[in-house]
């Protein structure tokens, strides 16, 4: 399998007073539209957590805590992964030129932003949702 490059979009900017995420010039077009929702997805690189030994972690104690069952990466939201991918839906609080304000993100202040998108409410029902326990 050959690898695949992926530019970021732009990056995350916290303060003590604000988070914002900073579109690079170059995609802010890509905003247009955006203002009608409440709601992003952003997709993130945890670089700061990138080494080699990381990427070969499968399997992790959910929430690093080891009363949890050992469980596969794919089955968490560890930042220990093959591919070092984070997802987080944020509330927009304002929009300004490239600049996307949010209430919070679980990234780090200069993490690179991968891409982002509008959130949409998914088809599948509360009803229809099954977890396991340790959630």
Not at 97 to 102: D, H, L, N, R
Not at 120 to 131: A, C, F, T, Y
Request: with cysteine; glycine share 8%; hydrophobic share 35%.
């Amino acid at each position: 399998m050959e690898p695949f490059r992926i530019i970021p979009v732009g990056i995350v900017k916290k303060t003590d007073t604000t988070v914002s995420i900073e579109i690079y010039d170059d995609y802010t077009d890509g905003l247009l539209g955006l203002d009608g929702f409440s709601h992003i997805a952003v997709f993130y690189w945890f670089d700061q957590n990138d080494t080699a030994e990381k990427r070969r972690v499968l399997q992790v104690h959910p929430r690093k805590d080891p009363r949890n069952p050992l469980t596969g990466v794919f089955a968490t939201h560890s930042p220990q992964r093959p591919n070092l991918i984070g997802l987080t839906v944020c509330k927009i609080l304002s929009i300004h030129g490239g600049s996307v304000e949010i209430e919070d993100i679980d990234a780090f202040d200069g993490t690179p932003v991968i891409d982002i998108k509008c959130y949409i409410p998914g088809s599948v029902g509360e009803k229809d949702v099954r977890l396991p326990d340790w959630v």
